[in-house]
Structures are given as C-alpha cells and as structure tokens.
T-cell receptor, first 115, second 112 residues
Framework: KAGVTQTPRYLIKTRGQQVTLSCSPI?????VSWYQQTPGQGLQFLFE???????NKGNFPGRFSGRQFSNSRSEMNVSTLELGDSALYLC??????????????FGPGTRLTVL | GQQVMQIPQYQHVQEGEDFTTYCNSS?????IQWYKQRPGGHPVFLIQ?????EVKKQKRLTFQFGEAKKNSSLHITATQTTDVGTYFCAGPNGWGAQKLVFGQGTRLTINP
C-alpha cells in the first residue's frame, strides 16, 4: 500500500509569511503526528491528530497549528514565520496513537527554509 | 518535563566492529521505540519494547529494555555499511502520558 506522502517537499518563504504543509497518511491510519527536525533540537513533537481531533500538543507557540480532515489527511500551518522555523517537518501516521508503541510510518518530510 | 537522553551522540566504527547506543529516561516508560534514519531520509520504525528486561533481536541488532524500564540499548554486531544512519529511541513522556519524546539520536558512521 502507498506510504505517507507530504507536499510540498521543499519550500522557501520569507520572515513574516505563513505556510501550510500537507500530509496524506497510510490508508486506514487514524493517527497523524507532526514533528519538527532540526540539527540542534533533534525531533520535536508538534501535535497529534486522531479522528479529526487534536489529542496531544508539543511545546510550540500558537503560531503552529494543524487540523485533520475526515479522510485523515492532515495539514499544519505556521503563521508569521521566523528564521528559527527553518527545519524538516515530518508527518507520521499510525493505526493508533504512537505513544502506546504503535508503529509510526514517517513521510519524506517538507524541508522549509525561511529567509 | 520528562527527558530522553541518548549516548553517544556520534560513533564512528570500522566495518565489522560492534556498535552500541544507550537511551536513558528520567521517568519510567510504558514502552520504548527505536527508529533508524538514513542520511537524507526519514525515520523508520525498527521495534518497540514493552516488558521489563525485554530483549529482542533482529538479525544483527539486539534491543534491550532495562529492568526498571528507564533505559534501553541497541547493539549492532559486526556493522555493515548499510547500518549507517542515526538511531533514535523514543518513549511517552511519563506513564500514561500523551506525547512521544525522542532522544537526540546517535549518528553512526562506518569506515569500509
């Protein structure tokens, strides 16, 4: 079956702009998690959505938001971009919540560069 | 908050040598997961451990979960160039907690 897909793969924005990233999970997976990966901070949990509801949220400012649609596809939005938001944004899907040890399948990520 | 620490941060070995990475949590974990990320790639789930003292093997990889469920290790026997990448451990931030916290990862490079 098809893996997790993320669009776009690469994005260049300037400070102050906003961006929307998209994630299509593996068919049948109800949990979608988002992570930010940077060389300095590693993999940081952003949020998890399950059946259109945000179940968990990481320690990120309110500029970072997300949503999940009825088909489990998810989007995350970052408003008022800052230079420090430059990172690889990874989406991962799983049948149930990853915190319970359920295998997560990661997408290829969206590389965001903020100038 | 709960922290998951991994050591070492980097490890360079000769092909054929063994490799071990260690993961330590400040709190007891209900489970621990291991992922591998190849250079330029995305994390790939390797395994999850749930039971105290659990040991699981995948070919040359051996995973252990500590008796107190606060630490874990991944050992690779006779490394091959295909083992190159960053290995992450991850666990829920506290018993019954909601978030999955990743360690900083151990980057393994291999001299062929």
């Amino acid at each position: 079956k098809a893996g997790v897909t993320q669009t776009p793969r690469y994005l260049i924005k300037t400070r102050g702009q906003q961006v929307t990233l998209s994630c299509s999970p593996i068919s049948g997976h109800r949990s979608v998690s988002w992570y930010q990966q940077t060389p300095g901070q590693g993999l940081q949990f952003l949020f998890e959505y399950f059946s259109e509801t945000q179940r968990n949220k990481g320690n990120f400012p309110g500029r970072f938001s997300g949503r999940q649609f009825s088909n489990s596809r998810s989007e995350m939005n970052v408003s008022t971009l800052e230079l420090g938001d430059s990172a690889l944004y990874l989406c991962a899907s799983s049948w149930e919540s990853p915190r319970d040890g359920n295998e997560q399948f990661f997408g290829p990520g969206t590389r965001l560069t903020v100038l | 908050g709960q922290q998951v620490m991994q050591i070492p941060q980097y490890q360079h070995v000769q092909e054929g040598e063994d490799f071990t990475t260690y993961c330590n949590s400040s709190t007891t974990l209900s489970n621990i997961q291991w992922y591998k990320q190849r250079p330029g790639g995305h994390p790939v789930f390797l395994i999850q451990l749930v039971k105290s003292g659990e040991v699981k093997k995948q070919k040359r990889l051996t995973f252990q979960f500590g008796e107190a469920k606060k630490n874990s290790s991944l050992h690779i026997t006779a490394t091959q160039t295909t083992d190159v990448g960053t290995y992450f451990c991850a666990g829920p931030n506290g018993w019954g907690a909601q978030k999955l916290v990743f360690g900083q990862g151990t980057r393994l490079t291999i001299n062929p």
